[in-house]
């Protein structure tokens, strides 16, 4: 222990030896006054008031806080040490309280003595109202000033300030800048998830204006594949796949939302319209076809079609799906907790929950409903319904006049054959599913314990009580308006969150699907604050976010590791330089396909059949066919790939791919032995090392020298480094015929390969 240790435990003893002499010096009256009642109040009533009464536990009178509450007795007047108060503000079980943080010695003290004496409460001391909670992420961000820093010629904008600040005030100085080499293949994976070729690195390499770099990012900004790199990540969110899941894993036409997402991120759709049209697109006024196409959002929700299943148990799985993915990536917080019981740490009530269920409670699955007739719509009674059809006006027409006919027949044996016969007369054209309000909501009742047979009490659609108010009648609609108010506390710090990790491999909030109080606390609050306020300033765009954020000097540091840094910062939560980040499982194939020169770069479309290691279909229970795609469809993007949630493609899940059946708002980075050997074997990886090879002799026929460097330039975007040069040469020469192709595997086959530096 330094000399300074000993100094503040010194300190800290003496100042606790104090308060407890302090504290026994008050008349028990005096301590209620003076300490218990401004810590309840403070620390405990925003969670358990009557109202809310977490743990069904009220602090809110006497006689409530004695009633104790789920656990049993809260507090046993004369008996600290059997009081369950004392045994959670001191840490030492499993309740923990106040959740996130630690009671001062002093305050702990006069509660346990307070017990002691008999735990006297007046009857005059009751909570007049319910206060919200205090939580940091519960409050209203404000938008902090830009803090002071003595390196003023460092920071380019404010996020600098903040970062730098921090670090000043550690006494760490920040990392130097990067080479331009590894800011351009930094730029073009993080913006557009592809590496730069060769042209693109040599333009930017050769233009020595000063604002070179910022006329990059704006570049890259522009790219239509910034839409398919930041839509693969929203479609983590949305748990999107090519199949329902379940058992059969029937396969499912949603790829129109999936070009949906690619094109509103183009496009620089305002986040907030981004959310409300997702939600809500269909109960819009006039709703176009896109705002409904975006509704898929939540129709993504896995199925159960299995014969047998109960159709209700499963419908309302599905909506139970929505409410808590909502929660998740909207707000941050773990609602789904509250479906059983009352949430245990965050003020979400058993209650809420069901008020939130019953704002999605009233959605047509399964196209059990029979609206009146829209020809835009499938309204047959389909698993997978609703359903928006996007077929020639000539279709459509014999699609309506099919339908009609289908709808005219009677029920009955009689005539299933008939209609059997009609359905498979209908025309074939792309369809989307979305989602559609039925024309009377559903009553809601609390599901106790969770079960959908054991109904409680009947709920009408209301938002939880500790976030901002909502007004009017409650249904989709006026509650994606709800989350989308500036007054929402969450979903402007969630989003900029979950941003900021896609940069840093970390969230500023690192637990970034939990802002509640059991989640991280912000390594740099004001900055957090400061983001999510410029973010509602901009409009919400979200291209103006990551225009500050790669602009930024913090993100243009080197990442290399630095020894001094090792104890004082080892996780680099300070960013006093930059972080390597493992390519996402598409990403990787994605640049194997630039590398190899075989990418097909086209926008969006149906999703296609890469090759795949025979028999990685045989775990579904009705075996799929996965037929290669030939020509163009061949190579496209790792975001196109058919996935089956039962049998998702080897090549994405080693490599750390969402499995699709919950919303991922975090994917894992793991470095294991089978990624190595995917890169190695599949027979998709091989293909793309043979034409790197054959490119490489295309392009430099004659000079093995040069054409060293250009494999070098094509893969990790810099030239060789000598010993390279010679490690690549002995391979050559130990396989004079297939030399090139070993070699274009060990280039794709490379750390630095795989990985943003």
């Known amino acids: 222990m330094t000399r300074r240790q000993r100094y503040n435990l010194a300190v800290m003893k003496l100042a606790w030896m104090l308060a407890l002499t302090l504290a026994a010096r008050l008349p028990a009256q005096d301590v209620f006054g003076s300490t218990i009642w401004p810590v309840i109040e403070r620390d405990c009533l925003g969670c358990h008031n009557t109202k809310l009464k977490m743990s069904n536990l009220s602090l809110a009178s006497g006689a409530e806080a004695l009633a104790g509450g789920k656990r049993g007795s809260t507090i046993v007047p004369g008996d600290a040490a059997k009081s369950r108060l004392i045994e959670a503000l001191r840490q030492t079980g499993s309740l923990r309280m106040p959740p996130g943080r630690v009671l001062p010695e002093v305050e702990i003290a006069a509660f346990e003595r307070w017990i002691r004496e008999g735990a006297k409460w007046p009857e005059s001391q009751v909570a007049k109202s319910a206060p919200k909670p205090n939580h940091w992420s519960f409050l209203a961000p404000k938008r902090p000033a830009e803090p002071a820093v003595k390196n003023a010629a460092w920071p380019r904008n404010a996020i600098d300030r903040f970062i730098l600040a921090r670090l000043e005030k550690e006494g760490i100085a920040p990392s130097a800048q990067a080479s331009r080499h590894t800011l351009a293949r930094r730029l073009y994976l993080d913006l557009t998830g592809l590496p730069p070729t060769p042209g693109q690195l040599r333009e930017f390499l050769a233009d020595q204006r000063h604002d070179a770099y910022p006329r990059l990012v704006e570049k890259l900004l522009a790219s239509p594949h910034f839409g398919e790199r930041w839509g693969r990540l929203w479609l983590d969110q949305a748990r999107y796949a090519d199949s329902d899941g379940g058992s059969r894993d029937e396969p499912r036409q949603l790829w129109k939302y999936r070009d949906w997402v690619i094109d509103a991120l183009n496009r620089d759709q305002p986040f907030d319209r981004f959310v409300v049209e997702q939600l809500a697109g269909d109960m819009l006024p006039d709703a176009t076809p896109a705002q409904l196409t975006a509704t898929g959002f939540h129709r993504n929700s896995p199925i159960q079609i299995e014969a047998g299943t109960d159709r209700e148990q499963y419908r309302v799985e599905a909506v139970v799906d929505r409410v ?15 479906r059983c019981h009352d949430h245990k740490y965050d003020p979400i009530s058993n209650r809420e929950y069901y008020q939130l269920l019953a704002i999605f409670n009233s959605t047509d699955d399964w196209s059990e409903a029979r609206p009146r007739y829209d020809a835009r719509l499938h309204n047959l009674h389909d698993v997978q319904g609703p359903l928006l059809r996007f077929g020639t006006p000539e279709q459509l027409k014999q699609w309506d006049e099919t339908y009609q006919r289908m709808l005219s027949l009677q029920k009955g044996k009689e005539n299933e054959k008939e209609f059997a016969r009609l359905k498979a007369s209908l025309p074939q054209f792309p369809t989307t599913m979305i989602m559609r309000e039925l024309p009377e909501p559903r009553e809601t009742y609390i599901m106790q314990g969770g079960d959908y047979l054991r109904k409680g009490d009947r709920v009408e659609p209301a938002v939880p009580a500790f976030l901002h108010a909502a007004t009017g009648k409650m249904d989709r609609l006026a509650f994606a308006k709800w989350l989308v108010d500036p007054a929402n506390p969450l979903l402007a710090r969630v989003t900029v969150n979950r941003i900021w990790q896609q940069y840093f491999g970390r969230g500023i909030v690192e637990t970034e699907n939990d802002f509640g109080t059991q989640g991280t606390p912000p390594t740099h609050p004001e900055l957090l604050d400061w983001l999510a306020t410029e973010f509602v300033r901009s409009g919400w765009s979200q291209k103006a976010i ?22 004082r910062d080892p996780r680099n939560l300070l960013l006093a330089r930059q972080t390597r980040l493992r390519l996402d499982a598409e990403l990787v194939r994605d640049a194997s396909l630039v590398a190899s020169g075989l990418l097909t770069e086209t926008i969006g479309g149906p999703s296609v059949f890469p090759p795949q290691p025979d028999g990685a279909m045989s775990a579904s229970q009705i075996r799929k066919e996965w037929t290669e795609s030939k020509g163009p469809d061949r190579y496209r993007r790792g975001m196109y790939t058919f996935f ?14 969402p499995n699709s059946m919950v919303g991922c708002t975090r994917r894992n980075r793991s470095n294991t032995p089978l990624q190595a050997l995917t890169l190695l074997n599949d027979a998709a990886f091989f293909e793309m090392a043979e034409a790197l090879a054959r490119r490489l002799e295309r392009e430099e026929p004659a000079d093995a020298a040069k054409r060293l460097e250009r494999a070098f330039e094509i893969c990790l975007s810099r030239p060789p480094k000598p010993y390279e040069v010679d490690k690549l040469r002995e391979l050559l020469a130990a396989e004079p015929d297939t030399g090139w192709n070993s070699a274009a595997r060990v280039l794709l086959n490379l750390d630095e390969f795989i990985t943003r530096e």
């Open 324 to 338: 808590d993915l909502t929660g998740t990536v909207f707000l941050g917080l773990s609602a789904g907790c509250a």
């Open 546 to 567: 990551h225009r500050l954020i790669a602009g930024s000097a913090v993100y243009r540091q080197a990442s290399e590791v630095r020894r001094d840094l090792d104890e």
């Open 644 to 657: 089956w949630r039962v049998t998702p493609h080897p090549a994405l899940i080693v490599f750390d791919s």
